[in-house]
């Protein structure tokens, strides 16, 4: 298995051994475009791996902050009451990066800049940039997706 991001269609595709595509979900990546450099709340190109599967068994709509459940489920009340917050729900993926001196180590660690594959309110639009660096997706989609993936799979992310 290996999943494909394509940053130009907002799209990720979950691949089989066979390399045939078994999933398509929409995707929403940062706002600000593509870019490796910490601080830069753009999302990474290039080769990665999910480093750790975070979230397991947790309910839908879990609330995430430093990739620890808060003990709080999402609800438009809820975001009422926190306007500015970056939602990390449900689940998430963490992305490693292969490449020394592109996406891993140094001032452009993925890993180091917390980007994940994560669950977003059902209220964000997906299939446009939207998010500050990570790929955002649908809850029930990093469901399935989470439930079918190992950590250490292969994910590239390109334009």
Sequence with gaps: ?????????????????????????????????????????????????????????????????????????????LASQFPGRDWILTRILWLSGCDVGFNRLGSVDTMRRYIYIHGSPDSVHMGKPGSIGCIRMRNADIVDLFDRVTAGIPVNIAQ
């Design 1 to 77: 298995m290996k999943i494909n991001i394509s940053i130009d269609s907002q799209t990720l595709d979950l691949i089989n051994n066979q390399d045939e595509v078994i999933s398509k979900y929409l995707i929403s990546s940062a706002i600000k475009g593509t870019g490796q450099a910490s601080g830069s709340y753009c999302t990474p190109l290039g080769q990665h791996i999910i480093r750790a599967k975070i979230g397991s068994g947790q309910p839908e709509n879990t609330v995430f902050v430093g990739r620890r459940p808060t003990g709080e489920i999402y609800s438009p009340e």
